[in-house]
């Protein structure tokens, strides 16, 4: 029984759930930063005009990159022959 590289396949849904990791863990550190901005800051307009200028911005760039993830076909695989391997004269890690 020989192994063969051509036989792996690796989902594409796997670098969604890494997004949605990292989107995790991004909402965790911006609602800790909020909560203390607004429980020990100064009050005034300054304070609430951040606090709005960066929930506004979240909210325009998880939406901007759901909107481009979308299309997607996250049902897909890619073959890991054409990472170790190459398709065409550029090879990662060239033969002997």
């Known amino acids: ?10 989902p594409i849904w796997t670098l969604l759930v890494l997004y949605g990791a990292y989107l995790v863990l991004f909402f965790v550190y911006t609602g800790f930063n909020l909560y203390h901005l607004l429980r020990f800051g100064t009050y005034g307009i300054g304070l609430y005009s951040i606090t709005a200028l960066c929930l506004a911005g979240t909210i325009l760039l998880v939406a901007g990159s759901v909107l481009l993830l979308f299309p997607f076909d996250w049902s897909a695989s890619v073959p890991l022959d054409v990472f170790f391997i ?3 004269d550029s090879q990662f890690f060239p033969g002997p």
């Open 86 to 88: 190459g398709s065409g």
């Open 1 to 10: 029984m020989s192994f063969d590289l051509s036989s792996l396949a690796l």
